[in-house]
C-alpha cells in the first residue's frame, strides 16, 4: 500500500507557480472611508499593536490541510502562502465628507470609543481625497469634500494622479483599491461598457452610464492596480474592465461583501439541497440605521442591493435540475432604514420547506448581526489575496479571480458560466486554487486510498 500511495503522488503533483515574494509595503485605497473601511483600518492597526485578534480572516486565523488526514499538515494560509504582512500596510482612501478616519470611525459608532482612542494616532493621520462623486448615482447622500472636472475622463484623471501621488510619497512598492463605498443606482451593460475605447469615449462624453465606482476601476487598472468591489454595483463586472485587467495585469473580483444575510443563506440552503428537503419561500426582512441604510432608502439603490441578494437561491437550489424541490417557491427580501439600530443590523428570515411526503416545516432565523464586523476581516482577505494574485505567474493576466467568490454576494465569473454560490463549495475552490498554486495536490474528500 505505501508503494501505490506514493505512485499517486507522483501523478497528481502539481507543478508550482511562480510566485514573487511581497517585498516592500501594500498600499490599501479605499474609496469610500465609512462604517466598513474604518472598521478595517482600526482593526488592523489594533492587531498590529496586539490588543486585539483578526477573527473573521481566513488569511490571518485560517488552516489549509495539505496531502492526507493521516499526513497531519495544517499550516495557517498565511504560513503557506506569501502573503503581505500586517506590518506591510499603508493606508489612503476619498470620501465625500472631509472626516480623518478617527472622527468618520467615531460617528460611525461601530467601534467602542476605548478602542478607538488606542489607535487614534494613526487614525486621525489618514485624511481622506476628494471623491468623485454624483448624487444622481447615490440620492440619499451628499457631501463637500467632492473633485470636480471638465468631465469624467478629467476625473478619472485626477484619481490617477492621486494614485502615482500616494504610491510615491507611501513608499507602497504595491497598491490594491477596494470599493468601500455606498451602493449606486441600478444600471445595466450597455454599449458604453463592452470596450476600452468606447468607454473611454462615454468618459469625455459625460455619459450617464458611467458612474463614479467605474471610474475609480478605470483609473485603478489603468495605473495596475488590482481593483475589488465592495457593493452591488455594476463597477468592474463589464466587459471593458475584464480587458483592462488583462492588459495590465492587475485582477479584478467582485461584487457585494457576503455579511448578514446573505451569509446565513449560503451556509443554510446548500444544506436543504444536499438533503433533497424542498422549499416553498423563503422571506426576508432586514432593518439597520448605518449609511448603508439610509442609501437604500433610494429605490435605484435599493434594486441594486436586491439584485445582489436575490440571485443566491435560485443559482445554490439549481430550479432547473430539481423542479419538484426548488421549481415554485418565493423569494422576498426586504431592507427598512431604521436609525436606531446603527450599524447593529437585525435580519430575519422565515423559511418555509418541506419534506418525507411533502410535509411543511418551518425555520426561523433572527441574525443580531453587525455589518461593519463581518465586512472587516474579508476586506483584509480581499486586498492581501488580489496582492498575491498579482504576484502569481498563473494569476496576474486573467483578469477575473473566481477563486475568491467566497468574499462575495454575487461572484464574478467568466462570460458563460453561472457563478458558484455555495459557500463550502467556494472555500474548496478558493484552498484547491492555493494548493494549486504551491503545487499541492487538490483535496477531493474522496478517501478511498485509506482503505485499499
Same mark, same amino acid.
Given at each position: 500500500?505505501?508503494?501505490?500511495?506514493?505512485?499517486?503522488?507522483?501523478?497528481?503533483?502539481?507543478?508550482?507557480?511562480?510566485?514573487?515574494?511581497?517585498?516592500?509595503?501594500?498600499?490599501?485605497?479605499?474609496?469610500?472611508?465609512?462604517?466598513?473601511?474604518?472598521?478595517?483600518?482600526?482593526?488592523?492597526?489594533?492587531?498590529?499593536?496586539?490588543?486585539?485578534?483578526?477573527?473573521?480572516?481566513?488569511?490571518?486565523?485560517?488552516?489549509?490541510?495539505?496531502?492526507?488526514?493521516?499526513?497531519?499538515?495544517?499550516?495557517?494560509?498565511?504560513?503557506?502562502?506569501?502573503?503581505?504582512?500586517?506590518?506591510?500596510?499603508?493606508?489612503?482612501?476619498?470620501?465625500?465628507?472631509?472626516?480623518?478616519?478617527?472622527?468618520?470611525?467615531?460617528?460611525?459608532?461601530?467601534?467602542?470609543r476605548e478602542l478607538l482612542d488606542r489607535v487614534k494616532p494613526f487614525l486621525t493621520s489618514i485624511k481622506p481625497r476628494k471623491a468623485v462623486f454624483?448624487?444622481?448615482?447615490?440620492?440619499?447622500?451628499?457631501?463637500?469634500?467632492?473633485?470636480?472636472?471638465?468631465?469624467?475622463?478629467?476625473?478619472?484623471?485626477?484619481?490617477?494622479?492621486?494614485?502615482?501621488?500616494?504610491?510615491?510619497?507611501?513608499?507602497?512598492?504595491?497598491?490594491?483599491?477596494?470599493?468601500?463605498?455606498?451602493?449606486?443606482?441600478?444600471?445595466?451593460?450597455?454599449?458604453?461598457?463592452?470596450?476600452?475605447?468606447?468607454?473611454?469615449?462615454?468618459?469625455?462624453?459625460?455619459?450617464?452610464?458611467?458612474?463614479?465606482?467605474?471610474?475609480?476601476?478605470?483609473?485603478?487598472?489603468?495605473?495596475?492596480?488590482?481593483?475589488?468591489?465592495?457593493?452591488?454595483?455594476?463597477?468592474?463586472?463589464?466587459?471593458?474592465?475584464?480587458?483592462?485587467?488583462?492588459?495590465?495585469?492587475?485582477?479584478?473580483?467582485?461584487?457585494?461583501?457576503?455579511?448578514?444575510?446573505? $451569509?446565513?443563506?449560503?451556509?443554510?440552503?446548500?444544506?436543504?439541497?444536499? %438533503?433533497? @428537503? #424542498?422549499?416553498?419561500? /423563503?422571506? *426576508?426582512?432586514?432593518?439597520?440605521?448605518?449609511?448603508?441604510?439610509?442609501?437604500?432608502?433610494?429605490?435605484?439603490?435599493?434594486?441594486?442591493?436586491?439584485?445582489?441578494?436575490?440571485?443566491?437561491?435560485?443559482?445554490?437550489?439549481?430550479?432547473?435540475?430539481?423542479?419538484?424541490?426548488?421549481?415554485?417557491?418565493?423569494?422576498?427580501?426586504?431592507?427598512?432604514?431604521?436609525?436606531?439600530?446603527?450599524?447593529?443590523?437585525?435580519?430575519?428570515?422565515?423559511?418555509?420547506?418541506?419534506?418525507?411526503?411533502?410535509?411543511?416545516?418551518?425555520?426561523?432565523?433572527?441574525?443580531?448581526?453587525?455589518?461593519?464586523?463581518?465586512?472587516?476581516?474579508?476586506?483584509?482577505?480581499?486586498? $492581501?489575496?488580489?496582492?498575491?494574485?498579482?504576484?502569481?505567474?498563473?494569476? %496576474?493576466? @486573467? #483578469?477575473?479571480?473566481? /477563486?475568491? *467568490?467566497?468574499?462575495?454576494?454575487?461572484?464574478?465569473?467568466?462570460?458563460?458560466?453561472?457563478?458558484?454560490?455555495?459557500?463550502?463549495?467556494?472555500?474548496?475552490?478558493?484552498?484547491?486554487?492555493?494548493?494549486?498554486?504551491?503545487?499541492?495536490?487538490?483535496?477531493?474528500?474522496?478517501?478511498?486510498?485509506?482503505?485499499?
Open positions: 500500500m505505501p508503494t501505490r500511495q506514493k505512485h499517486v503522488k507522483r501523478e497528481t503533483q502539481q507543478q508550482e507557480s511562480e510566485i514573487q515574494a511581497p517585498k516592500g509595503k501594500l498600499g490599501i485605497m479605499i474609496p469610500g472611508m465609512g462604517a466598513v473601511a474604518t472598521t478595517f483600518v482600526a482593526g488592523v492597526e489594533a492587531v498590529r499593536k496586539g490588543f486585539a485578534k483578526p477573527i473573521g480572516s481566513l488569511t490571518q486565523m485560517g488552516t489549509i490541510r495539505l496531502g492526507k488526514r493521516t499526513d497531519a499538515r495544517s499550516p495557517k494560509v498565511k504560513e503557506f502562502v506569501p502573503l503581505a504582512g500586517l506590518d506591510d500596510l499603508v493606508f489612503t482612501g476619498w470620501d465625500i465628507f472631509e472626516d480623518n478616519m478617527y472622527a468618520a470611525a467615531s460617528k460611525a459608532g461601530v467601534l467602542e454624483d448624487r444622481n448615482y447615490v440620492k440619499k447622500l451628499d457631501g463637500p469634500n467632492v473633485k470636480k472636472g471638465k468631465n469624467k475622463m478629467d476625473l478619472a484623471e485626477q484619481v490617477r494622479a492621486d494614485i502615482r501621488e500616494f504610491r510615491k510619497n507611501s513608499g507602497a512598492t504595491r497598491l490594491v483599491t477596494i470599493w468601500c463605498g455606498s451602493t449606486e443606482t441600478f444600471l445595466e451593460p450597455t454599449a458604453a461598457h463592452q470596450s476600452i475605447k468606447a468607454f473611454e469615449k462615454a468618459m469625455t462624453g459625460n455619459d450617464e452610464n458611467i458612474a463614479p465606482s467605474m471610474i475609480y476601476a478605470y483609473a485603478s487598472l489603468m495605473e495596475g492596480v488590482p481593483f475589488a468591489n465592495g457593493a452591488p454595483n455594476l463597477t468592474v463586472d463589464l466587459p471593458v474592465m475584464d480587458q483592462l485587467s488583462r492588459e495590465h495585469e492587475a485582477p479584478i473580483c467582485g461584487k457585494d461583501y457576503k455579511t448578514g444575510q446573505t $451569509l446565513i443563506k449560503t451556509i443554510l440552503a446548500p444544506g436543504f439541497k444536499a %438533503r433533497m @428537503i #424542498g422549499l416553498n419561500g /423563503w422571506f *426576508s426582512t432586514n432593518i439597520l440605521g448605518n449609511r448603508d441604510g439610509e442609501v437604500l432608502e433610494d429605490p435605484g439603490s435599493f434594486k441594486t442591493k436586491e439584485e445582489s441578494k436575490l440571485s443566491v437561491l435560485e443559482h445554490i437550489l439549481q430550479p432547473e435540475l430539481y423542479p419538484e424541490l426548488y421549481g415554485k417557491f418565493t423569494h422576498k427580501v426586504r431592507i427598512n432604514y431604521y436609525p436606531p439600530r446603527g450599524d447593529n443590523k437585525e435580519g430575519w428570515d422565515n423559511i418555509d420547506i418541506f419534506g418525507w411526503l411533502g410535509y411543511p416545516m418551518q425555520i426561523k432565523v433572527d441574525f443580531l448581526c453587525r455589518d461593519s464586523i463581518l465586512a472587516a476581516p474579508l476586506v483584509l482577505d480581499l486586498v $492581501l489575496f488580489l496582492d498575491l494574485a498579482q504576484r502569481t505567474s498563473e494569476l %496576474r493576466g @486573467i #483578469g477575473i479571480q473566481e /477563486w475568491l *467568490s467566497f468574499y462575495f454576494k454575487s461572484p464574478m465569473c467568466a462570460p458563460g458560466l453561472y457563478p458558484e454560490h455555495d459557500l463550502f463549495i467556494q472555500l474548496m475552490k478558493l484552498k484547491n486554487t492555493l494548493r494549486h498554486l504551491k503545487g499541492e495536490e487538490l483535496i477531493t474528500h474522496l478517501g478511498l486510498e485509506y482503505y485499499d
